[in-house]
């Protein structure tokens, strides 16, 4: 049958590979390859487990702050601590302009140059020169907002910096809350930041987002789920105990369940990694096997109660009530410049509701030994932290990634993961130039960084020859 592989088919950093079997100018198999390795996990052990913040930062630079805030749950729960009100806010603040960040490039340097023709340079050319359906000046105005769209993107880095120091892999997000107090100066450089992206999403890119899902129609049916969604959980709200603006649950086959950590398992099966039956993350091991007969990804499979289950803006606004469309490829774009835009509504809220002088952070005494899970939302979907610590070090750390959930190949029973299962059935007008491809694949703004594993293998070596 003819197989198609595109690789790397990220264009965010990572590198994937998707194999397509392709019949009667449609897609009938696929198979989803995170084709590098990184091992944040094993680097923990023996760490202070304060470091966890920091270091599980490094595993990606785009959803720096994601890890941040996973880890410091984690350590929280299991130091049994809660950030005061003003910790919680400014958390918030720091993720939600990180959340912008992702979503306006993902929408302009990701989705945009798969549906409309650019310039005719560098790094527009080469490209596939097939279905780009804007006329020459529709193309022109989008380039010109992509073009403003890398100085708002600039923008809401500079917005992490004022209470994070740095971006990426910020310095405000602790266990216990965060480390810059809010002051009228810090609070009014923010606002001002976030009134210009706000506008820029508001006016610019929803109305961009409306001529390409009106242009490409079609895209609604392509690029179908599973229908089976989930999320953790995001931005908690800072007076109402377990309460969140986007709500956690999920939904396997239509029905709406409560979340359950414990029905989480890891299959590997098709990973390059020792066989063993699926395990809890907090029992899972990350031991290679590159000679395994099968294997093709150094992605796990995560599944829950068995089920390939999608996550990302899609699944969080669906499962808030926020949005009523379908699960398919423009779906899922949609659903992110949408939440941008919502979430960038709501972060004005915040910054009035910070107080000037009260604490951001709570002390505490670090237990011996403990153990922590730290379950948040991504901007990609669910992630988890798993924590164990003795006389103070850390001796366990598992982390299940959003694009781990997304991009996983198929688990023990066969089935494929999420991105897998959507790509059956994408037309594909021609072999050579299969762009469909990509526009599916990307509508899960796949992060691959986050989802391999890495060993470091006998502490000395970085990488591991594969082919
Ligand atoms: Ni590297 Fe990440 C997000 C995490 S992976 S981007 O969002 O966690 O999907």
Same mark, same amino acid.
């Given at each position: 049958?003819?197989?198609?592989?595109?690789?790397p088919?990220?264009?965010?950093?990572?590198?994937w590979? @998707?194999?397509?079997?392709?019949?009667?100018?449609?897609?009938?198999?696929?198979?989803?390859?995170? @084709?590098?390795?990184?091992?944040?996990?094993?680097?923990?052990?023996?760490?202070?487990?304060?470091?966890a913040v920091?270091?599980?930062?490094?595993?990606?630079?785009?959803?720096?702050?994601?890890?941040?805030?996973?880890?410091?749950?984690?350590? &929280?729960?299991a130091?049994?601590?809660?950030?005061?009100?003003?910790?919680?806010i400014?958390?918030?603040?720091?993720?939600?302009?990180?959340?912008l960040?992702?979503?306006?490039?993902?929408?302009?340097?990701?989705?945009?140059?798969?549906?409309?023709?650019g310039?005719?340079?560098?790094?527009?050319?080469?490209?596939?020169?097939?279905?780009?359906r804007?006329?020459?000046?529709?193309?022109?105005?989008? =380039? &010109?907002?992509?073009?403003?769209?890398?100085?708002?993107?600039?923008?809401?880095?500079?917005?992490v910096?004022?209470?994070?120091?740095?971006?990426?892999?910020?310095?405000?997000?602790?266990?216990?809350?965060?480390?810059?107090?809010?002051?009228?100066?810090n609070? !009014?450089?923010?606002?001002?930041?976030?009134?210009?992206?706000?506008s820029?999403?508001?006016?610019?890119?929803?109305?961009?987002?409306?001529?390409?899902?009106?242009?490409?129609?079609?895209? =609604?049916?392509?690029?179908?789920?599973?229908?089976?969604?989930?999320?953790?959980?995001?931005?908690?709200?800072?007076?109402?105990?377990?309460?969140?603006?986007?709500k956690?649950?999920?939904? @396997?086959?239509?029905?709406?369940?409560?979340?359950?950590?414990?029905?989480?398992?890891?299959?590997?099966?098709?990973?390059?990694?020792?066989?063993?039956?699926?395990?809890?993350?907090?029992?899972?091991?990350? %031991?290679?096997?590159?000679?395994?007969?099968?294997?093709?990804?150094?992605?796990?499979?995560?599944?829950y109660?068995?089920?390939?289950?999608?996550g990302g803006?899609?699944?969080?606004l669906?499962?808030?009530?926020?949005?009523?469309?379908?699960?398919?490829?423009?779906?899922?774009?949609?659903?992110?410049?949408?939440?941008?835009?919502?979430?960038?509504?709501?972060?004005?809220?915040?910054?009035? %509701?910070?107080?000037?002088?009260?604490?951001?952070?709570?002390?505490?005494?670090?237990?011996?030994?403990?153990?922590?899970?730290?379950?948040? &939302?991504?901007?990609?979907?669910?992630?988890?932290?798993?924590?164990?610590?003795?006389?103070?070090?850390?001796t366990?750390?598992?982390?299940?990634?959003?694009?781990?959930?997304n991009?996983?190949?198929?688990?023990?029973?066969?089935? !494929?993961?999420?991105?897998?299962?959507?790509?059956?059935?994408t037309? @594909?007008?021609?072999?050579?130039?299969?762009?469909?491809?990509?526009?599916?694949?990307?509508?899960?703004?796949?992060?691959?960084?986050?989802?391999?594993?890495?060993?470091?293998?006998?502490?000395? &070596?970085k990488y591991?020859?594969?082919?």
């Open positions: 049958m003819p197989t198609k592989i595109i690789s088919i990220t264009r965010l950093n990572g590198f590979r @998707i194999d397509v079997n392709i019949e009667n100018g449609q897609v009938v198999d696929a198979y989803s390859s995170g @084709i590098f390795f990184r091992g944040i996990e094993k680097i923990l052990h023996g760490r202070d487990p304060r470091d920091y270091l599980t930062q490094r595993i990606c630079g785009i959803c720096s702050t994601a890890h941040g805030l996973a880890s410091s749950l984690a350590l &929280e729960d130091f049994k601590i809660k950030p005061p009100r003003n910790g919680i400014i958390r918030n603040l720091l993720f939600g302009a990180d959340l960040q992702n979503h306006i490039r993902h929408f302009y340097f990701l989705t945009v140059p798969d549906f409309v023709r310039p005719d340079r560098p790094p527009f050319v080469p490209r596939y020169e097939v279905d780009y804007l006329s020459r000046t529709e193309s022109d105005k989008i =380039y &010109e907002n992509y073009m403003e769209s890398i100085h708002i993107s600039r923008a809401v880095h500079d917005m910096t004022i209470f994070g120091g740095k971006i990426p892999h910020n310095h405000g997000i602790l266990a216990g809350g965060a480390t810059v107090p809010p002051t009228a100066d609070v !009014r450089m923010f606002m001002s930041l976030l009134q210009k992206v706000r820029f999403v508001q006016n610019k890119m929803m109305a961009d987002l409306e001529k390409i899902a009106t242009a490409y129609e079609d895209y =609604y049916k392509i690029g179908i789920g599973t229908g089976n969604l989930m999320a953790f959980g995001m931005f908690p709200h800072p007076d109402k105990k377990d309460d969140f603006y986007f956690p649950g999920i939904i @396997i086959g239509k029905k709406r369940e409560k979340l359950d950590a414990m029905a989480i398992t890891e299959h590997i099966k098709y990973s390059w990694y020792r066989a063993s039956p699926p395990l809890h993350p907090e029992e899972g091991e990350t %031991q290679p096997d590159t000679g395994k007969e099968d294997a093709y990804s150094w992605v796990k499979a995560p599944r109660k068995g089920h390939p289950v999608e803006p899609l699944a969080r669906i499962l808030s009530g926020d949005y009523k469309g379908g699960h398919s490829a423009m779906d899922r774009i949609a659903a992110r410049v949408m939440e941008a835009n919502i979430v960038s509504e709501m972060m004005e809220e915040w910054c009035r %509701q910070l107080e000037i002088g009260k604490p951001v952070f709570t002390p505490y005494d670090m237990p011996a030994n403990a153990e922590g899970i730290g379950m948040v &939302e991504a901007m990609r979907g669910g992630l988890g932290h798993w924590m164990r610590m003795r006389a103070g070090r850390i366990h750390y598992q982390i299940i990634t959003p694009s781990a959930w991009c996983s190949p198929r688990d023990d029973e066969g089935r !494929r993961g999420p991105v897998e299962e959507a790509l059956i059935g037309p @594909i007008e021609d072999f050579d130039q299969p762009i469909e491809v990509g526009r599916v694949a990307r509508s899960f703004d796949p992060c691959l960084a986050c989802a391999v594993h890495m060993i470091d293998m006998k502490g000395r &070596e591991v020859e594969i082919l």
